[in-house]
């Protein structure tokens, strides 16, 4: 498998190889320092990023290699350049491709055209390097991913996507909770739902947050306008989604020692009060730092062809 586009890409093997190359970068930062001697990866940002970009950058650098990040204003593919002439070009010099763009079927393109590793840093619909560091985290905080019911409350986006399809390959229950109207794409999700019943993992969808919660072992939200949603809808989410806040009283219908995760950015008194990103129950730097790992991990096993990716 050359490229990550979305988690549901990987086989249940690939994210286990994953995940423990990530447990073993997160113990020994330095190893590999090697890999990508006199090396560059291209990072390429249409959207803003702080935890991709920083993480990706600095895993660039520990496998030894030269991290180049350009935005649309840079290339002359915000001039109109063709999406596979950027990709051509780019596989003559550079060892691997990040992009964070808007439409998934551009990355697409660019993995189609390149003939090095493309891996997706979050598009409208996927943001698989997000759901890496979330499984990694759910593993070291709350157990065996199989063993776990972990509540997704909010909107039904590229982070919500990502996280249900690694769950499911983990084999783990996911819940999700999200206003009528804002669910998971009804095509991803059935195919996340099929991956789900050969792996022994369960999808519920609904629209009732204290029971997606209910004995949970973690509550995760991300934002409610995603970067590139129309920001005329935010009034009007802001209402929809109110009963959607994950605070003390939610996260009290969880099972005690419950974990509450967001990807960040987030925005305290929106999708989660103050009191709960900041209270004794949040890992969110935890996650954030895992980033790290399961980026030099991702790199690292792209690089070395490691990956088979689903059957
Ligand atoms: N979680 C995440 O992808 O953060 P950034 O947008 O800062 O990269
Ligand atoms: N869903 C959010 C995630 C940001 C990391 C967005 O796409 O803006």
Redesign the pocket.
Known sequence: MKDLLRTAHLSRDDLELLLELARRFKERPTQHRTELSNQTVVLYFN?????????MCTAVARLGGIPLTVGPTELQLGRGESIEDTARTISRYARAFVI?TYRDEDVARFAQAATIPVIN??TDQH?P??SLADLLTLQEHCGPIDTLRVAYVGAGNN?CHSLMEGIALMGGTVAIATPEGYGPDPELLGEARALAGRHGGVIEVGHDPGAAAAGAHAIYTDVWLS?GDPEEERARRLERFAPFQVDDALMARARPGARFLH???DHPGEEVTAEVVSGPASVVFD??EN?LHTAAALLYALLRDRLRGAA
Do not use: F
Not at 47 to 55: G, M, N
């Open positions: 959207k803003p990023s702080t935890r991709t970009r920083v993480s964070r840093a979050l943001h390097c997000q982070v970067m990807c960040l950015p996650q954030a980033r």
